[in-house]
């Protein structure tokens, strides 16, 4: 089994700050690196994914991902209540995507 | 257009019995996954298939299998259900080009 490690938490950040969310992962072959936000009693829902190395904005969040040092992150910034759920880190794997979740980091957003 | 749909939601089982669990990828998707996911924990990978093939599975018993439909619809069937059995089962779907997979609402299986 493929392993991804992210910090369960929970990480509680104030409202209107940066969160900021880190993942690392064994598998020196993954390509793509999927984050998604599950809100509890929810399915996982998909925020953004990131190939190449470097960062990636969209909106409030932004991926970062270093190959080499098999490290990826999500910010989030000016946090909001709304953002209060858990975050999975998803390194895809091989052919036909098959993903590999870490046990996701909890995220509490104070107003 | 229609999501990922599983049926059903909710199910309560005995011990040492069997479970067929569905699922209706969005249309025009041919990878379908399987998860398990315990409370507190990410989702685990139990299957996946791609063209009606299986293309990969986890680290999972034999009691555990799937298969997947001409329509791309597929099945998780558990037999000999154990305790721990008890979990969300979730089943992604995927176009294949690695846009990622959208997952369904879930089937809660108690297993008592």
């Known amino acids: 089994q493929k392993e991804v490690e992210q910090n369960s938490g929970p990480l509680s950040v104030p409202e209107g700050a940066i969160a900021s969310l880190n993942c690392t992962y064994s598998d020196r072959g993954s390509q793509s690196f999927f984050w998604y936000r599950q809100y509890s009693g929810k399915s996982p829902e998909l925020i953004m994914f990131?190939?190449?190395?470097g960062d990636k904005e969209d909106g409030r969040f932004t991926a970062q991902l270093n190959k080499a040092s098999q490290y990826v992150s999500l910010l989030i910034r000016d946090s909001q209540p709304s953002d209060s759920a858990t975050y999975l880190c998803?390194?895809?794997?091989?052919?036909?995507?098959?993903?590999?979740f870490g046990s996701g980091t909890k995220l509490n957003v104070k107003p | 257009d229609a999501g990922v749909t599983q049926s059903p939601t909710h199910l309560i089982k005995t011990r040492g019995q069997h479970v067929t669990l569905r699922c209706s990828p969005i249309s025009g998707h041919k990878s379908v996954s399987w998860y398990q996911q315990v409370l507190g924990q990410g989702p685990q990978f139990i299957f996946q298939?791609?063209?009606?093939?299986?293309?990969g599975r986890g680290n999972f018993p034999d009691r555990f299998s799937a298969r997947q439909f001409p329509n791309y619809s597929s099945e998780l069937n558990v037999n000999a259900l154990l305790l721990g059995d008890s979990a969300l089962y979730l089943c992604?779907?995927?176009?294949?080009?690695?846009?990622?997979?959208?997952f369904g609402s879930g089937t809660r299986l108690t297993v008592v």
């Open positions: 992604a779907s995927s176009s294949g080009s690695a846009y990622g997979y959208t």
């Open positions: 298939y791609y063209e009606k093939e299986e293309r």
């Open positions: 998803a390194p895809e794997t091989g052919n036909f995507n098959k993903f590999y």
């Open positions: 990131i190939y190449s190395n």
